[in-house]
Nanobody, 116 residues
């Protein structure tokens, strides 16, 4: 079955950087778009970034554009989220996502905390 395992979260000061990883298994990784979402305390889960399966074209939420970069390594079945210039409002649990046949699969999430 589909399995997504995130890692790389932690505590960082404002202005710092983190790189999140999501190891994928149980499906043909190169054939599906991959996304990152996040959920802050008391808020709904929100879209962060997406990378297409066919051309690796990317899209970002306005709040992270220019600071975050999504990428993928098809040989390692892994998607990354490089986060630079982090702000306290980026504090959230970050989730990896894939949609297959209209069904969303999620990882367990990784906590990112940005201190001011």
């Amino acid at each position: 079955q589909v399995q997504l395992v995130e890692s790389g979260g932690g505590l960082v000061q404002a202005g710092g950087s983190l790189r999140l990883s999501c190891a994928a298994s149980g499906f043909t990784f190169r054939r599906y778009a991959m996304s990152w979402y996040r959920q802050a305390p008391g808020k709904e889960r929100e879209f962060v970034a997406r990378i297409n399966w066919s051309d690796d074209n990317t899209s970002y939420a306005a709040s992270v554009k220019g600071r975050f970069t999504i990428s993928r390594d098809k040989a390692k079945n892994t998607v990354y989220l490089q986060m630079n210039s982090l702000k306290p409002e980026d504090t959230a649990v970050y989730y990896c996502n894939v949609r297959i046949g209209g069904y969303d699969s999620w990882g367990q999430g990784t906590q990112v905390t940005v201190s001011s």
